[in-house]
Each structure stands twice: as C-alpha cells, then as structure tokens.
C-alpha cells in the first residue's frame, strides 16, 4: 500500500488486530455524487458529507483553476466508526493515525472516521485526505515529504458559512505537538520521511510542516521562496538542498517559525464562496451481502499482507455460502483466491458472480486473470489460450472502459505471457495512468513502453513524479533512468541502449529492497 495519512496523538491504543467484519457493519449505505463515492453506516452521515465534500471540492478547484468534469476516477471515501476501525482498516503501522488516503491499481480510497463527538476535527480529517488527492491526482509532480502533510494541513482546516469559505486557518489540533512535544530540528523537517521519524516525533512533524507551509504562504518577505523550492526539487535537487538554496539560512528560518508560531495573530483567506449548485446526489442502502463484505472491500482495494489473506478469503467464502447469488461477494472471493494463487476457485467464483451479474466489471476481470495467472504458473504458453483470458478483460473493459484496472491487467497479460504487448495495451496503459496518474505501479512500466519507442522526453515527463519523491522506493532507479532518458531526447539521433538501461534499473531495485505494488 502507498497511501498518505493524518496522525494524531493516542494515549491509550489498543491492541492492533485484523479488521474483522461483524453484524455492526450490517447497515452500510452508499452515497455518490459526481465526483465521490462514499460508504458509511448512516444514511444522513454519508450525504451530509459528500455533500459537503463536494463544496470543499468545488472552492479547491475554483482556487486551483481545474476544471469542474476533470478526472474521469472518482474517490471512494469509507467512513467508519471512529479513529479505531481507520486504525484497523490501516493495518500495522496505523495505531496513531485518524485517517489516510491510499492509491492501488486496484483504486484509489480514503479511509476516515465519523460519529467519535468531534464533528470538526472529522472534517478535518476529511478534508486533510481530500486535499491530498487532490494534490497528487491532479498536480503529480514530485514535492518533499513537509509539504505533503503540511499543505494537507494547512488545507484542512478550511470553514464554511452561507456566504464565506475561510482557508488556511490555525491547526488548533495540532496546539500540543507544537508547542509541548519535542521539536525536531529544522534540517529532519525538510528532509525527512515520516516514516523516518520515531514515533514521539511524528505529531511535531504534521505541526511543524502545517506551520512553515503556511508562514511561506503568507509572508511577504518569503514571498516565491516554496515556488523556488519546489522547482529546484523537480529539477532533481535534493530536499535539503533545495530548501537551503530558496530558503536562506536555515537556522533564521526556523527562528522566524518560532516567531511566527507565537505571534498574537495569524492570517487567514476568507473567500466570498456561495454554496455551489445543488448536487446530483444519489444514497442507498446496501444489501445485506455487499454491507457484511465491505471492509473486506477496502482491505482488497487497499493491498492486502500475506498474513491478511486467508482470513479474508475465508470470511468471503462463508459469505458466498449465506448468499449463493449475490455478484458482488462472489467477485470480491474471486480476487480473494488470486490473492492466495486459488485459481480455479477464482474461475468458479467469477462465474457465479457473472452468471447473477453478467455486466460485473471485476468478475470479468477476475475471470481473465485467473485463467492468465494460472496458464503463466503452469507455463504455459499456448497463444489461443491466452487469447480466451484476455477477452474476459476485454469484456471487462468494455463494461467500464473508465476503470484502469483492465487495463492494466490487459497489458500485464502479455507480460505473463511472455510476448511483445500490442500497441493497443500500451495505449490502454497509458490511459490507465491518465485515469490514476499518481500511480507508480502504472507509470514505470507505461515509461519504460516509451523509451522503447524511443519516445526518450516523454517518458522522463512520465518517471519524474516518481524519481525525484522522497516517498517512492523507486525513485533512485528511476532517477537514473530519468537522466538518460534525457539526455538521449537532448541529442537527436541517438539510441538508448534499454536493455543496459533495464539491468541497471533492476540492479537498482534490488538494492533498494524495492517491491512494485503486485498487480492482483
């Protein structure tokens, strides 16, 4: 999983456990606007909220000039029942987090709480994982790990009237790690991952990356200066080296932070925001077989560990036995036994989703990679069986030629096969990194594809949000690549050698301890 999260402080955390569905996710309803999908368990929550995220969602694009029908994908958010079930859905790890954003080639999906007495501090949370997608689905560039949080931060602390929407007020809930909790130095915070951090660290971190975002945001004197920054770091600068070239002297920065944290004011947009046009809203409630299979859902979109798997598959096959009809929980076992290389169990399963459903997007799709996965274990490469997979994700496709997992799937099937994909596969690849283009699983290979076509600019326009993240185990192989993919563009003519370029890139990897997010 490669997903972005919203610590907070917990001072009693109970013991880390498996999801496990029971008959108190019975009741889960669906909302869908234009832009979202929301599940949660209370009919009123998940409207008020994709309503309300839909506003939020139409001042950022106001303020950022996208367009309002960008973006064909639209976000799932699953809201539970406090910062407890987001720790579980999370996983290890997560035992101090209240929410996160996570991206797979499965989907992408935020994961936050509601219903815990603090409805401000949960749109806070809401907003924070919004503001990274939109960050990173409609902006994919590379930016430093502080200002990933800090502009989640400083976005989700946003407040509407009738008439005004305010952006960039105080990050009231993070007064205690700012000011008690030990401050790192200045150096960790502009260069560090969070996942670097120790533990009583993180919360300073999120503190101290909302405070330098928005002291850069507002202060005349350092007016440009994050522009710079962020420039230099896409150019290949590192982190801390970017920030000591655009910010100065960095023992005086962290003085005018300290300065500014104390100040008896602070500046905040208030922006005359009307509540947008009435949205097309539709919510239901689910059927009893999709609301007990859902955090089973969410876990698959997510990526699943080894140790999550058989649970999973086997609380998925006791549902399928209650309901023997039911599309959806028969689809979800399909992927389940993929998971666990089942894949004949996968086939039956896939057939009885599609024999109820015969339009089921992923039953289609798992039929296809079941029967791919399977003839690849046995090595087999007989070409009229390969074909007979890849028609059930072309008829996945064609049912939803939106969704980039077909897609994918389809162009990872001539790998599996072990011949040269069509040019149709890697136009559909690269579509599919239109439609979640902060992907890495989907980038890498569609940039590789290119610089075989000797496409060399392009393609390094592909690997750069990749190369130059400090939140990305392939960005120092994909640097490397990067650089010679420009410097052949620069020199007409010339010929990348891809294969040397290939072994050096996995050369690279393994040295790395790197893994690609597996394809299902």
């Given amino acids: 999983m490669r997903g972005f999260l919203l610590s907070m402080k917990l001072w009693c955390v109970a013991a880390l456990v498996l999801v496990t569905p029971s008959a108190a996710f019975a009741a889960w309803h669906r909302a869908e606007t234009d832009h979202f999908i929301f599940y949660g368990t209370s009919a009123k929550d998940v409207r008020d909220d994709a309503v309300r995220l839909e506003r939020y969602d139409a001042l950022l694009r106001t303020l950022t000039k996208i367009p309002k029908d960008s973006g064909a994908m639209k976000l799932t958010v699953y809201v539970l029942s406090g910062t407890d079930a987001v720790q579980r859905a999370y996983g290890n790890g997560g035992r101090d987090i209240a929410g ?9 999906i935020a994961v936050v709480p509601r219903g815990q007495g603090d409805k401000d501090y949960d749109d806070v949370v809401l907003f924070h994982e919004y503001a990274h997608h939109l960050m990173l689905h409609y902006f994919p560039t590379a930016y430093p790990a502080w200002y990933v949080e800090g502009f989640a931060e400083y976005l989700g602390t946003a407040q509407f009237t009738d008439e005004f929407a305010k952006i960039g007020l105080p990050a009231k809930h993070r007064g205690y790690e700012l000011i008690i909790e030990n401050s790192i130095p200045i150096e960790t915070l502009l260069s560090a991952n969070v996942d670097d951090l120790r533990r009583d660290q993180v919360g300073n971190f999120y503190g101290r990356a909302w405070l330098l975002t928005h002291y850069l945001s507002f202060d005349k004197v350092r007016r440009g200066q994050l522009a710079e920054c962020m420039k230099l770091i896409n150019e290949g600068t590192a982190p801390l080296e970017a920030a000591r070239t655009a910010f100065g002297d960095l023992a005086a920065l962290n003085k005018d932070l300290g300065r500014y944290l104390n100040a008896s004011r602070i500046s905040y947009l208030n922006i005359a925001n009307s509540p947008p046009a009435e949205t ?10 999709s609301g007990d299979s859902l955090i089973d859902r969410l876990l698959l979109t997510r990526g699943t560990t080894e140790a999550e798997r058989a649970p999973i598959a086997n609380r998925l096959r006791k549902l399928t036995v209650k309901y023997p009809g039911n599309a959806t929980a028969h689809a979800l076992l399909a992927e389940a036994e993929i998971d666990l290389e089942n894949y004949p169990a996968a086939i039956a399963a896939a057939d009885t989703a599609i024999a109820s459903e015969p339009q089921n997007v992923r039953a289609l799709l798992w039929r296809g990679v079941a029967m791919g996965r399977a003839l690849r274990k046995a090595g087999d490469q007989d070409a009229a069986k390969w074909k007979s997979a890849r028609n059930w994700i072309v008829k996945a496709n064609r049912a939803n030629p939106e969704d980039p997992l077909p897609l994918f799937e389809y162009y990872q099937s001539f790998q599996g096969e072990g011949t040269q994909p069509t040019k149709s596969a890697v136009a559909g690849l690269g579509k599919a990194v239109s439609l979640i283009p902060q992907e890495s699983a989907f980038r890498i290979p569609y940039a590789i594809e290119l610089a075989q076509a000797e496409d060399y600019a392009f393609a390094a326009a592909i690997l750069q949000p990749i190369a130059n993240s400090p939140h990305n185990g ?7 690549l990067m650089t010679k993919l420009r410097a052949a563009a620069a020199k007409p003519g010339d010929k990348l050698d891809m294969a040397a370029s290939l072994a050096d890139l996995n050369k690279s990897t393994e040295k790395t301890d790197a893994k690609p997010p597996p394809p299902k």
């Fill in 100 to 108: 996160f954003y996570s991206t797979t080639p499965s989907g992408v």
């Fill in 474 to 480: 392939f960005a120092a192989s994909a640097r490397v």
């Fill in 280 to 289: 097309t809203i539709t919510v239901k409630e689910l059927d009893q077989a």
